[in-house]
């Protein structure tokens, strides 16, 4: 079977100094698109790498892949990683991970929210600020100040965290002007920050574990985990996997809160969900990543599965077997003739 690769590398983006330097935050290293790799073709997969630039659609067409693995952000919109799930769409080329309307979806923040909400989920008060002249009396302090439709943490400091009306006024206008896109501004809550991760099998999604972020050196009801934090995790911060408190009730709110959202959401194959402690000790919904990073390394997702006993081998082999299970599959000369018609 053929897997094509699509990704972006962070070499793709030039440097400029007019652009924030967390810009590229987001895109891949050669070392995740190697991994991958790695494990496809030692599973006797046939792959090769189609990346996600402007030649994505040639080197698609040119050698037609059974599925893709899709790991591509992106860019320049909101709707950026929808970009080539759309594609794929189009042409009816199966692909991993969700759909191009959950993609974009999910990644404006505000959005997501007002829809967990509906289903009665706690999320953390919030405002969206789209102009720097528009009033911000009505925001919540303390809050976290963040770009509405970034992922990775970017735009998110070490002093996102807001207390006065003047630090809130300073950090919306600095955000707003470095990446031209409005602003969430949420209420900070005090409480332990955690992270959900769900795998599928092709019919749905199990909750494979959750993930505290444990601050070293600070107190958890000042901690942010910004992208200084993700930058240097060894040193900031701890992460314990099925924490105590992982247990009873809380256990039970936190499973069926996910598994509500992802089913409403419609997300398939993998993702993870970002949830806070607010001061009643309730888990709060802050936002869903349905393309988290895949770093065998460095990233959250196969740190949390690695903790529960899936290795990083089992992870990629689970995702994309996930995906084949979705598809009906005949095989590649098919699909093929399918494109041929598509494209006259």
């Known amino acids: 079977m053929k897997v094509g690769l699509a990704y972006n590398l962070k070499h793709e983006l030039a440097n400029n100094p007019d652009l924030p330097d967390d810009i590229n935050e987001e895109f891949d290293c050669e070392e995740t698109v190697e991994a991958i790799e790695r494990v496809l073709n030692f599973a006797g997969y046939e792959v090769f790498r189609l990346g996600a630039g402007k ?44 759909d191009p309307l959950v993609l974009s979806l999910t990644l404006e923040k505000a959005l997501t929210k007002r829809i967990v909400s509906s289903l009665g989920v706690k999320t953390p008060q919030f405002m969206v600020i789209r102009d720097i002249k528009q009033s911000l009396n009505d925001c919540p302090l303390p809050a976290v100040v963040k770009p509405l439709y970034e992922g990775s943490s970017m735009g998110i400091r070490l002093g996102s965290k807001v207390d006065t009306p003047e630090e809130l006024e300073k950090k919306v206008r600095q955000i707003i ?19 959900v991760g769900v795998l599928g099998d092709g019919r749905g999604l199990e909750l494979i574990g959750v993930m505290e972020i444990v601050p070293k050196g600070m107190k958890v009801s000042e901690f942010l985990y910004s992208i200084e934090v993700k930058r240097n995790w060894r040193q900031m911060v701890e992460y314990v996997v099925n924490p105590h408190w992982f247990s009873g009730r809380i256990k039970d709110r936190i499973k069926s809160d996910v598994l509500k959202i992802a089913e409403t959401l419609g997300i398939v194959d993998f993702a993870r969900f970002d949830f806070r402690f607010d001061e009643n000790g309730e888990p709060n919904f802050l936002e869903v ?20 006993g899936i290795n990083y081998d089992e992870l990629i082999i689970r995702i994309i077997e996930s995906a084949r299970k979705r ?4 095989n590649s000369d098919s699909i093929q003739q399918g494109l041929k018609k598509s494209v006259g």
């Not at 040639?58 to 860019?75: C, H, K, M, S």
């Not at 988290?292 to 690695?306: E, V």
Request: charged letters at 20%.
């Open 327 to 330: 598809y009906v599959f005949e």
């Open 177 to 195: 002007q470095a990446y031209k896109e409005p602003v969430l501004v949420e209420k900070f809550l005090p409480g332990s920050e955690f992270t």
């Open 289 to 308: 990543n349905p393309l988290p990073g895949l770093n065998p390394i460095q990233s959250d997702f196969p740190m949390l599965a690695r903790a529960v």
């Open 55 to 98: 030649d994505f659609v040639e080197l698609l067409l040119r050698n037609v892949p059974d599925i893709v693995f899709n790991i591509a952000e992106g860019f320049g919109s909101r709707s950026r990683e929808a970009h080539i799930p759309a594609i794929l769409e189009f042409y009816g080329i199966p692909f991993t991970g969700s």
